[in-house]
């Protein structure tokens, strides 16, 4: 597969591209994925059918980089039985009582599903560490059990985990957060804190790269400034990983 980018330790997110390569043709790319995005429809089925595989789907990024529509593009073909996702938000009391991955292990994969983290476990070593509500010991103990999570995943239970870091400029963003600000249908995304968050761009850029450069599981880095090209660069890697477990469907069982 081309024109992706995986991260390798040490990487500096400013010497990565966060446009589409130069020379492609747009319709060409977005008819190439569409076709592939129906193929993982026909993958998920038979995933679902033979149960011993799982896909956990982790999307990161700053605010208005995509997540949802990313998540439309790759799996719009795919059954609902199959394929769920959830979005971690602000914890609630309860979630804030017990340790900082209870809420998300009991979201991750069973076998034969797809589950997508829009926004995820990552977030309680991004935001909370840009505003300081943790140190840098925590930090430092939460990534080690983050880590060690994914890899249980793997090891425990069979799931390919796949994290896409969308790597997204300042300058989009703040074109997409102006549309929410302009445009009626966008209207319901608009969220002045989102415009605070903006400020501290430096510091979230800082933390992504460390977060990055610290995981045991590799990330893609997606360049999203156009649209189009971010959901193909996806749309790929899935299939690619779906692909790559050489399903077929499974046998009759004997009555």
């Known amino acids: 597969m081309k024109n992706k980018t995986i991260a390798k330790a040490p990487i500096k997110l400013s010497k990565i591209s966060t446009k589409a390569p130069k020379g492609l043709d747009r319709k060409e790319i977005e008819k190439k994925t569409k076709k592939m995005a129906k193929r993982i429809g026909e993958l998920q089925e038979m995933l679902q059918a033979n149960a011993d595989h799982n896909l956990l789907i982790v999307f990161q990024g700053m605010d208005s980089s995509g997540k949802d529509g990313s998540t439309r593009a790759a799996f719009g073909n795919c059954s609902p039985s199959g394929v769920s996702a959830i979005s971690f938000k602000k914890p609630t009391g309860e979630e804030f ?27 309680d070593v991004l935001i909370q560490r840009v505003h300081k509500w943790i140190n840098k010991k925590k930090v430092d103990a939460r990534i080690d059990a983050i880590n ?23 300058a989009r963003q703040l074109e997409k957060l102006t549309e929410r600000k302009q445009e009626e249908d966008k209207f319901f995304k608009h969220n002045p804190g989102d415009w605070e968050e903006r400020k501290l761009w430096n510091q979230y850029r800082r933390c992504y790269e460390d977060v990055i450069n610290r995981s045991t599981i590799p990330w893609h880095i997606v360049p999203v400034d156009d649209r189009w090209y971010r959901n193909y660069v996806i749309t790929s890697i899935v299939l690619e990983t779906l692909e790559g477990f050489k399903m077929k469907w499974p046998a009759l069982k004997d009555e």
């Open 97 to 123: 009582a017990h340790d900082f991955l209870w809420r998300v292990h009991k979201h991750a994969p069973a076998k034969g599903e797809i589950k997508i983290f829009i926004r995820s476990h990552y977030e």
């Open 148 to 170: 060690a999570f994914e890899t249980l995943l793997a090891a425990d239970n069979n799931t390919t985990v796949l994290k896409f870091y969308l790597h997204l400029s300042k």
